[in-house]
């Protein structure tokens, strides 16, 4: 038996933890392509930060004048005040009286600009940041494989693009704007404190070590808590898209109950989470404020000390000090974005864990134009990635151009899973699958699908216009004039012109408001559009009623006449007239001939109609 087994690439292995370096440069590195905005930024934030420097040196200056010392214009703002203005004629403090006032506003108009600057470009690289991400991550979805959505409910990855990524968001745009703010104020404060006395400064950079550890170890604490909120709120997401997109079966069959305890506990595990994330975060705060509270006590003692008051001016005294006492809020502002950079970065870890996913293998290089539509299954197994049940066992079928076939049997006998494979859905498995003489893997995976046009059971429509339904993906720019022929054909025509906007009217989420009928005409309306030479139709008319089905039909058979048409129904009345009947059950062929063949054999087909025409 061929064997023809293909394995998507599983995903590349991390090498040992990542570190929170790793995760943070790789994702700064979305950065790159805004670095002239990301500079307007950083230069905002590095006046606003010398602008919090010269408060503390005016207060040198302040005082200084007011002693009527001669160190009053050894400061930066006293030196440049006496640089710039005229003080011909005036004491220390008349020219204070003036200087100081002016220099006040001049500094305040100087951190108000730089503030402005650095929050708004910080804000606009983030936003841009966050942007690339949701539409990478969202574009990864669109083309990963069907296993990967078997192993992920849609409520968790819905919860990736919106709850994850906005975790990301408060890692760079508030996080990143305190870290780059805050970061070089402190810098600007302990360069200046410094330059007044080296020696004192060193009791701010003996404490810096403790806040370092605390810092450390809660951090591993909000890295465990922001990973268990993630996978809670996937939980919350998964029963609230279950519980409103099922809304009519939860409320008749008395559902609510039931529904409301899975969300109650989805929700409860959530916010015992947050409270361990806030515990660890209210905990971190006021051990560092105690740390700054201590250093800086004993930064007074020091400088009380006559020996250490006689290399001050008063004005450099509390400049010192003034600058000492500064820094206590950007460096709880700075312990206080660990919760935040923790949560990014968990949620960060996820997305890139995303990212790096395998996308459909597509290493075919066969096009056709327009295939014949020859289809020939050899020795085909499958099952599905994680279980060990074949789905399909030793199928083999051959299809002529243009044929007719069948595909009956009980449910789970493997019928939709043949189709799913045919359109490379799943790409594992034993066996051939080959399209025109050609295996289906060996053609560009787009180029194969433009070979299909499938109407199944579970009809999916946009919110979108109804012609936008019908022109949808790559048959968007047929002419007007076609789309219109394709539902006319689908006898969808007639009320689609007898809505409020005819083929504009804007359908609801996922068709609300059209019948079942009404939307598998859509879908059949879509599928004639596309012309394919090979049409699929799982269960296509099973919502429509008696009347409908015998109009379309008619319409069907047009369309198959010159195409290979593989159906998929549970009524066998609709499958009478096909060119070859294969019955299926427990993932094989047990039989195969025409409607007449099939009942005289008075096997599994002949039991299945005898018993729909009883029912």
């Known amino acids: 038996m061929a064997n023809r087994e293909i394995s998507a690439k599983s995903m590349p292995k991390r090498s040992g933890k990542v570190s929170d370096w790793q995760l943070y440069g790789r994702l700064l590195r979305y950065i790159v392509p805004y670095w002239y905005i990301f500079l307007f930024s950083i230069l905002g934030y590095v006046v606003y930060s010398l602008g919090n420097v010269l408060l503390a040196d005016l207060m040198q200056f302040l005082l200084d004048s007011l002693n009527e010392s001669d160190a009053a214009d050894s400061g930066l703002v006293g030196g440049a005040a006496y640089a710039v203005l005229d003080s011909t004629g005036?004491?220390?403090?008349?020219?204070?009286?003036?200087?100081?006032?002016?220099?006040?506003?001049?500094?305040?108009?100087?951190?108000?600009?730089?503030?402005?600057?650095g929050t708004y470009f910080m804000n606009h690289v983030a936003r841009s940041l966050i942007h690339e991400m949701r539409c990478q991550l969202f574009d990864k979805m669109l083309v990963a494989p069907s296993s990967y959505y078997d192993q992920h409910s849609q409520g968790v990855l819905i919860s990736k693009i919106t709850y994850n990524v906005e975790q990301v968001s408060g890692a760079v745009t508030k996080a990143l704007k305190i870290l780059v703010r805050e970061g070089f104020t402190v810098a600007a404060l302990l360069t200046y404190m410094l330059y007044l006395n080296w020696r004192l400064s060193l009791v701010f950079f003996a404490v810096a070590p403790f806040i370092a550890l605390v810092v450390t170890v809660v951090g591993k604490h909000f890295r465990r808590y922001s990973k268990r909120i993630q996978a809670s709120m996937g939980d919350v997401t998964q029963v609230s898209n279950e519980s409103i997109g099922a809304y009519k079966e939860v409320r008749v069959y008395g559902g609510q109950g039931q529904q409301s305890?899975?969300?109650?506990?989805?929700?409860?595990?959530?916010?015992?989470?947050?409270?361990?994330?806030?515990?660890?975060?209210?905990?971190?705060?006021p051990v560092i404020q105690t740390l700054l509270a201590a250093?800086?006590?004993?930064?007074?003692?020091?400088?009380?000390?006559?020996?250490?008051?006689?290399?001050?001016?008063?004005?450099?005294?509390?400049?010192?000090?003034?600058?000492?006492?500064?820094?206590?809020?950007?460096?709880?502002?700075?312990?206080?974005?660990?919760?935040?950079?923790?949560?990014?970065?968990?949620?960060?870890?996820d997305i890139f864990a995303q990212l790096d996913e395998e996308s459909e293998i597509d290493r075919g290089n066969h096009v056709s134009e327009r295939a014949r539509g020859e289809l020939a299954i050899r020795n085909l197994s499958f099952s599905y990635p994680g279980s060990d049940v074949a789905v399909l066992d030793n199928i083999s079928l051959q299809v002529e151009p243009g044929q007719t076939i069948a595909l009956v049997g009980r449910s789970g006998s493997g019928k939709t899973t043949l189709i799913q494979l045919l359109s490379r859905f799943y790409t594992?498995?034993?066996?051939?699958?080959?399209?025109?003489?050609?295996?289906?893997?060996?053609?560009?995976?787009?180029?194969?699908?433009?070979?299909?046009?499938?109407?199944?059971?579970?009809?999916?429509l946009f919110n979108d216009t109804v012609y936008n339904n019908i022109a949808y993906g790559s048959l968007a720019g047929r002419p007007r004039e076609q789309v219109l022929a394709a539902a006319e054909s689908a006898y969808a025509s007639e009320f689609i012109e007898a809505m409020p906007d005819g083929y504009e009217t804007v359908l609801g989420d996922?068709?609300?408001?059209?019948?079942?009928?009404?939307?598998?005409?859509?879908?059949?309306?879509?599928?004639?559009?596309?012309?394919?030479?090979?049409?699929?139709?799982?269960?296509?008319?099973?919502?429509?009623?008696?009347?409908?089905?015998?109009?379309?039909?008619?319409?069907?058979?047009?369309?198959?006449?010159?195409?290979?048409t593989l159906v998929i129904a549970h009524r066998l009345s609709t499958v009478e007239h096909a060119d070859s009947i294969v019955v299926m059950d427990a993932g094989q062929i047990v039989a195969m001939g025409s409607h007449a063949e099939l009942l005289e054999q008075g096997g599994l087909y002949a039991q299945l109609y005898h018993q729909e025409f009883t029912d």
């Not at 305890?261 to 705060?285: G, I, M, P």
């Not at 034993?430 to 289906?440: H, N, Q």
């Open 510 to 564: 996922d068709g609300g408001g059209l019948s079942g009928g009404q939307r598998q005409r859509i879908a059949i309306a879509r599928a004639i559009l596309k012309n394919a030479p090979v049409l699929v139709l799982d269960e296509a008319t099973s919502a429509l009623d008696n009347e409908s089905e015998h109009r379309i039909q008619r319409a069907l058979e047009s369309i198959m006449a010159d195409r290979t």
């Open 428 to 460: 594992r498995y034993e066996g051939e699958i080959l399209l025109d003489g050609v295996a289906i893997e060996d053609y560009q995976l787009a180029n194969l699908r433009d070979q299909l046009a499938m109407v199944s059971q579970n009809v999916t």
């Open 90 to 117: 005036m004491t220390s403090l008349e020219f204070a009286r003036i200087a100081v006032p002016l220099a006040a506003i001049s500094l305040a108009c100087i951190r108000a600009t730089g503030f402005f600057v």
């Open 261 to 285: 305890d899975r969300f109650r506990a989805a929700s409860e595990y959530n916010r015992v989470q947050s409270l361990k994330l806030a515990f660890a975060d209210a905990v971190s705060t």
């Open 295 to 349: 250093s800086l006590s004993t930064l007074v003692w020091f400088a009380l000390n006559p020996s250490i008051l006689a290399g001050f001016s008063a004005g450099s005294l509390v400049a010192f000090l003034t600058a000492a006492g500064q820094l206590g809020k950007p460096i709880r502002s700075l312990s206080g974005i660990q919760a935040i950079i923790q949560r990014g970065l968990a949620a960060a870890e």
